[in-house]
């Protein structure tokens, strides 16, 4: 268990000076019980009471960095249980299996083709995280060295022979891969191996039970840096595992199992490793390794992924502004829309579809829809009159016809009148994907 804040408390100068940020020594106590403030900010905290509170001032699941370089996967360091209580940090990453037996050529192309997969969605570029090179003996040490040298990704070495993996780990420990598996066995060596090359180790149990024996003997042999795998393959026995894993790292501060997971699909068919790999995701995993490389499995779960890990307080957005959508010129429409990402690009994309060229006033509503910032106050004719002026859309245009969005067409009147007559207010469809019609048939009428 973790110390209560009154035991850290006991710990404390109790000068209630606030150099912390914090008024009383006591209301820092509890915000540092609670993982919402670290130790470091008291300046006068003593040296003894900085060792005695270390372990609650570390995280309930420690950050792991697998990889060197600007694509480096860091998963770990989550503090919460769902998002809506605050939010995930570390978005689980995605790595795709290869086998290290195939023709070099072959396994070139992979490794390369898992470095280039990049998804543009509403704005942000969605890849995967790493290369899962499984295999056994030479091969997978003249794999390991290939990979080391083409992966644009980090590195999941899969291999349980010590005497092995200490061959591939001279090869390319400087790509400071995930070393996998310790298991009972092995797990003394694993260890070394380890902390020899600085590297971090993934653990394997039969259960959680074992699972938490084996964190504790690869610490104690001086892995510091865990990946925890509970061994399960069926789906719900993972999704079980996973849940208690987490669970038991954030409600109880159970140390051995406070480290991030990873689990692999099992099952052949894309759509079923599709289904499981994003149950795991959710329910969830640090590293989850998928064998296919269907585009439409990599979308779906890029997507899922980028769904649970974005901060439900505060919705992706983009900066306000006039945008071009084609090459408008003077005699292009005029849309208005919210810097809601997925508002926008949405209104982009079916802009695009008509084949006519627009500008977009994009409002800041604090990257809320258009009715929610609407009902909000956030999207009202003066805001939107104000904006209109502000990006100067007059001069871009030679006519005076603004495109309102269908479901805001109570602001027409109003919005008219706030840009003194001068702009007619044009209504346009409900839904984005009436746009292409309107732009086509209706906006000049």
Not at 24 to 48: G, I, N, R, W
Not at 160 to 174: H, N, R
């Amino acid at each position: 268990m973790g110390l209560t804040g009154l035991d850290i408390f006991k710990q404390l100068p109790k000068t209630n000076c606030g150099d912390c940020g914090v008024p009383t020594c006591l209301a820092f106590a509890m915000k540092l019980a609670q993982k919402q403030a670290s130790l470091d900010q008291c300046p006068h905290v003593s040296e003894e009471a900085t060792a005695a509170l270390s372990g609650a001032a570390a995280p309930p699941i420690k950050l792991i960095t697998v990889g060197a370089d600007e694509r480096k996967l860091e998963v770990g360091n989550e503090t919460v249980l769902f998002r809506h209580e605050e939010t995930f940090y570390h978005p689980t990453g995605i790595a795709v299996a290869v086998d290290a037996a195939l023709p070099e050529a072959e396994l070139s192309a992979r490794i390369k083709a898992i470095g280039d997969v990049s998804f543009e969605r509403v704005g942000q570029t969605l890849t995967l995280n790493a290369v899962a090179l499984k295999g056994e003996g030479e091969a997978f040490v003249k794999a390991a060295a290939l990979a080391a040298q083409q992966s644009a990704v980090p590195l999941i070495l899969v291999n349980e022979d010590p005497a092995v993996m200490g061959e591939a780990l001279k090869a390319c420990a400087g790509k400071r891969p995930l070393i996998y598996a310790a298991t009972a066995e092995n797990v003394d060596a694993m260890a070394a191996l380890s902390k020899e090359h600085n590297c971090p180790l993934a653990v394997r149990g039969s259960d959680l039970s074992s699972l938490a024996d084996l964190s504790e003997k690869a610490q104690a042999a001086g892995a510091a840096d865990l990946v925890l795998d509970s061994g399960a393959r069926e789906p719900a026995a993972v999704l079980a595992n996973e849940t208690a894993i987490r669970r038991a790292a954030l409600r109880k501060r159970f140390r051995p199992l406070g480290f991030p997971t990873i689990v692999f699909t099992d099952g052949a068919d894309p759509l079923e490793e599709t289904q499981q790999a994003a149950t795991y995701i959710a329910k969830y995993a640090g590293i989850v390794v998928i064998n296919n490389m269907e585009p439409w499995e990599l979308l779906t779960l890029v997507t899922v992924r980028q769904n649970i890990y974005t901060d439900p307080q505060k919705p992706i957005q983009i900066e306000e502004g006039l945008y071009e959508i084609g090459s408008p010129d003077e005699s292009s429409p005029v849309l208005v829309t919210t810097n809601f990402s997925l508002t926008y690009f949405t209104v982009e994309g079916d802009v695009e579809a008509s084949r006519v060229p627009a500008w977009v006033v994009v409002v800041d509503t604090e990257g809320t829809s258009v009715l929610t910032a609407w009902a909000a106050e956030k999207f009202t004719a003066e805001i939107i009159a104000e904006k209109v002026k502000a990006f100067d859309v007059a001069s871009k245009v030679n006519h005076r016809k603004l495109v309102i969005p269908g479901h805001v067409a109570v602001l027409s009147g109003k919005l008219e009148d706030e840009l003194s007559q001068e702009w007619k207010i044009v209504v346009g469809p409900r839904e984005s994907s009436g746009i292409p019609t309107f732009l086509r048939t209706s906006w000049e009428a």
